[in-house]
């Protein structure tokens, strides 16, 4: 399978964009994503990249330590050269592209890169004061450990370098996500955005 190919077919069978909400675990990324897909004028299917990951076993096993599954990098980063992707996550692959060829998609991870450039018109980054998000994985009975790197991972503005590294500058949006009136806030300006690209990529 060749992760980076594309047509001008699969581009022109878009109705909806597809969007990328990703963020250090505990900013509020399925929640931001439930709400999109419920309030969207327009059918929107979220997709949890985190659960594929445990139901495709794309993983090497469950690390008491960390209370969470290890997921193997060569195993998920779809932008690797295909001849190292292994045949499970072609499969995952198979099953998403056609969904992505059409748009309507929200994608659900804590990280981003996973993605091929072409199948991606917005990528949301939830970000959180870090005081607030020690509190909301304590509230997960998330590992000190585990806490520790996130946190640390959200000061250090990890998923944002990396989003920005990924995807061109003017399609990755950082918008803070701490309170409810952020949560309706942002949800408010993805579809929005929503609305300007229906009217710039489909006919009138």
């Known amino acids: ?32 994503a439930a709400l999109l897909v419920e309030q969207s004028p327009i059918p929107l299917k979220h997709i949890n990249v985190g659960d594929l990951v445990k139901l495709h076993g794309l993983h090497e096993g469950f690390d008491d330590e960390w209370q969470s599954y290890t997921v193997d990098e060569d195993k998920v980063n779809t932008q690797k ?18 969904l992505v060829a059409s748009g309507g998609v929200v994608l659900d991870w804590h ?15 939830l970000r959180c ?29 990890t998923v ?19 309170t409810t009136e952020d949560l309706e806030g942002n949800v408010s300006r993805i579809l929005q955005w929503i609305e300007v690209w229906r009217t710039d990529n489909l006919p009138s």
Request: with cysteine; net charge negative; proline share 5%.
């Open 1 to 32: 399978m060749d992760t980076d190919s594309s047509t001008d077919d699969d581009l022109q069978q878009r109705t909806a964009p597809v969007i990328v909400i990703t963020g250090t675990p505990g900013t509020g990324k399925s929640t931001t």
């Open 81 to 98: 050269l295909a001849s190292k992707v292994p045949l499970v996550l072609i499969q995952v692959l198979d099953e998403l592209e056609p």
């Open 111 to 125: 990280t981003c890169d996973i993605f091929p450039q072409r199948w991606v018109d917005l990528v949301i980054v």
């Open 129 to 157: 004061d870090h005081t607030l998000l020690w509190e909301r994985l304590e509230k997960r009975n998330y590992p000190l450990k585990k806490i520790q790197e996130n946190n640390t991972a959200e000061i250090m503005q």
């Open 160 to 178: 944002l370098d990396e989003a920005r590294e990924a995807y061109a500058a003017e399609i990755v949006i950082e918008l803070k996500s701490e």
